[in-house]
């Protein structure tokens, strides 16, 4: 299907093959001096990357793509970086250095040193990597990273840490909000303080820590799902579905024989494990390859409407009009972290039916954007065909010097039948410099889901002014949802309305969300909110390990769903008096307590908070299956034990009382 494209039906010229790459991409071969690649990655990171927190709104773009072969080389990956295996199978290229591709926490001066870490990835290869980053037991690769900050199709041949320790650092970096799909770890994973994240289609060795929400959907290896955290039972946030119901993975590039070839996976349905092998696979010949310093809107849209599927070269580009993909099937694929600045009708209009949209920032450049960023507009009854959207992240606000920017909505959906996989939609909450925001670049809702049969994996959505998300199509599913509330609003302009982190519009009758976090810090003033999720009250049942959360500031949200579980804070003028909330009840129907299930079911056992473990469904009060991986309470030692929880909990690290990174209370700057 793709290699008949529309791009030959349509009489196109053919594109050169290999591409003319422009400066802003950097392709190695194993033949290539070590010296010279480790110029080239220490240079980019010199500028988005190392200490303290250099680069985060830098106006640079870096891909480093590695052809098939053997790297002796280190690669640290700061922002606005991603480094690519070109081969079509991760085990075609291989990293064998000490560290391989690493990401290392932004900034080392300040507790929650890994919160800002944004903006990078890692693709299609496999690492040796012995280097032993935190004091847990583990080495191997470091990837201790946040929001829109992908790993996809890599292997690990010993273990993987997503999180950093420096001494003196009780928050553990606060990672928060990462992502993993189609690889696999041979060793452990320790994901330390990543408060959530979502691991899919992958295959894990093991797995340790979770602090709110941790996510697994169609893993091997996940452990077994359990609502909420409990010391006392040794349970941690885990929630686990066995299979994707429907996904494609991200498009990406291969090299072969002196080409260049644009790999497009397809649509599978309950799917569980990697596949490095369902793709199609489209020459460079079909695919314009765009550059930001001199390519326009107009010449990018010239080519998709030829029916050409376009590759974004690192840079920023400027629009005066949506880039618009109106072709079935039709691929557009950002490198580096290719930026689009919208203009003030959008940067990406998606009507064709079954198109892939991934790997691109896009950020607010206008006074006022409407309808939105990213608009995917139904093609019509007649298509049968899956959209995805993967790895795309949009912003408004952050740079320093930005003209005053808007949108009213970053992504609205009107097309059935579309995966969003991996997506982050970031009201801007600091200024470059650590300027605080105070009614600044508004955006009034993070995503608006019309459509029906709609699909998220590891949405989040946070600081825009009215609801995080608006979900109003049918059949829905979201797998990993997280939402922070914005900082900068008063009980008569949020908390009076009845603003929320995810609704489910009043009229629909199905839908199912597995791991819904909602937190909040409400700097400036008290805000009271209702409910951190709204949906029909039928629907509280397809809720699996909702939870609300209070961050910093003031304020509390009282309910977690609907009007069920408790209040974040009981005095909303006193921090002291605040927790993270999970409702234990909102969950899909399962076994009976004692009865027999199967290890991965996606559903946890009626009447308790455990879920299935060995063959059996346990009840409130069993014991720890793996009193060797106890509550992650202090991910930085080898000893995991730790002291009952309580206001000003404390750990006990190899034999010594030091402070607990995992308090009832959280830090955000």
């Not at 299907?1 to 071969?29: C, D, I, K, R, Y």
């Not at 010993?158 to 990462?178: F, P, T, V």
């Not at 970031?426 to 009614?439: F, P, S, T």
């Not at 993270?580 to 559903?603: E, I, L, N, S």
Request: proline share 6%; net charge negative; glycine share 10%.
């Amino acid at each position: 299907m793709w290699a008949l494209s529309l791009a030959l039906f349509l009489h196109a010229e053919a594109e050169p093959n290999p591409p003319q790459w422009p400066a802003s991409v950097n392709v190695f071969g194993p033949e290539d001096d070590l010296a010279t690649i480790e110029a080239a990655v220490n240079a980019a990171y010199a500028v988005n990357g190392g200490q303290p927190d250099i680069g985060q709104f830098s106006s640079k773009r870096f891909v480093f793509m590695f052809k098939p072969g053997s790297y002796n080389v280190d690669v640290p990956v700061g922002y606005y970086t991603q480094v690519l295996g070109l081969g079509v199978e991760p085990s075609e290229v291989i990293f064998t250095s000490s560290k391989g591709v690493y990401s290392e926490e932004s900034n080392f001066a300040v507790n929650p040193g890994a919160l800002c870490t944004f903006w990078r990835a890692a693709e299609g290869f496999q690492t040796n990597a012995v280097y032993a980053w935190n004091d847990n037991g583990n080495q191997g690769m470091l990837w201790a990273a946040s929001q829109a900050a992908s790993l996809r199709r890599i292997i690990v041949t010993n273990d993987l840490d997503l999180y950093q320790y420096r001494q003196g650092d009780r928050a553990a970096g606060y990672a928060s909000g990462g992502y993993m799909s189609n690889s696999m770890v041979k060793g452990k994973v320790s994901s330390g303080s990543q408060q959530q994240y979502l691991a899919r289609n992958s295959q894990v060795g093991t797995w340790r820590d979770g602090v709110w929400n941790e996510v697994f959907v169609g893993t091997e290896g996940a452990p077994s799902s359990h609502c909420g955290a409990d010391a006392a039972k040794c349970a941690k946030p885990f929630v686990t579905v066995n299979a994707a119901p429907k996904v494609a993975e991200k498009p990406f590039i291969s090299f072969s024989n002196g080409t260049y070839q644009l790999n497009i996976p397809r649509v599978v349905e309950n799917t569980r494990g990697v596949n490095y092998n369902n793709v199609d696979q489209v020459g460079f010949e079909q695919v314009y390859v765009a550059d930001a310093s001199k390519d326009t809107a107009q010449s990018i849209n010239a080519k998709l409407g030829l029916g050409l599927h376009v590759v974004l070269t690192p840079g920023i580009y400027t629009l005066s009009e949506p880039l618009r993909l109106a072709h079935n099937q039709q691929v557009l694929l950002g490198l580096g972290m290719a930026t689009l600045w919208a203009s003030a009708q959008g940067a990406v209009v998606v009507s064709g039916c079954g198109a892939r949209v991934a790997g691109l920032l896009i950020a607010a450049h206008s006074p006022k954007t409407a309808p939105a960023l990213l608009e995917w507009q139904s093609p019509g009854a007649a298509c049968s065909s899956t959209g995805v959207m993967s790895d795309v992240y949009m912003r408004v606000g952050g740079p320093k010097n930005e003209a005053p920017v808007q949108a009213d909505a970053m992504l609205q959906v009107d097309a059935d039948n579309v995966v969003l996989d991996n997506s982050w939609l970031w009201r801007a909450d600091h200024l470059e410099g650590g300027q605080k925001v105070k009614g600044q670049n508004p955006c009034q809702v993070g995503a608006i889901i019309n459509g029906n049969d709609v699909i998220a994996y590891g949405l989040k959505a946070e600081h825009s002014l009215t609801d995080q998300v608006q979900w109003n199509g049918e059949r829905g599913k979201t797998f990993m949802f997280q939402a922070e509330l914005p900082y900068d609003v008063s009980q008569a302009n949020f908390g009076d309305h009845g603003y929320t982190g995810y609704r489910v519009g009043g009229s629909v009758t199905a839908h199912e969300a597995y791991g819904v976090g909602v937190y909040h810090y409400f700097r400036d003033n008290i805000v009271t909110v209702p409910s951190a999720i709204i949906a029909p009250p039928a629907l509280e049942s397809s809720f699996a390990s909702p939870l609300s959360v209070f961050l910093n500031g003031k304020g509390t949200i009282l309910h977690v769903l609907n009007d069920k579980g408790n209040a974040t804070a009981i005095d909303p003028q006193d921090p002291g008096s605040a927790f993270a909330q999970w409702y234990c009840m909102a969950k899909k129907a399962g076994h009976a307590a004692g009865g027999t299930c199967k290890v991965g079911d996606a559903v946890l056992c009626p009447g308790t908070s455990v879920g299935c473990q060995g063959n059996t469904c346990c009840p409130d009060g069993s014991t720890c299956p793996s009193a060797e991986e106890d509550f992650a309470c202090c991910p930085h030692t080898k000893k995991q034990d730790c002291l009952p929880p309580s206001a000003g909990q404390l750990c006990l690290q190899e034999g010594k009382l030091t402070d607990c990174w995992q308090s009832p209370l959280s830090l955000v700057v």
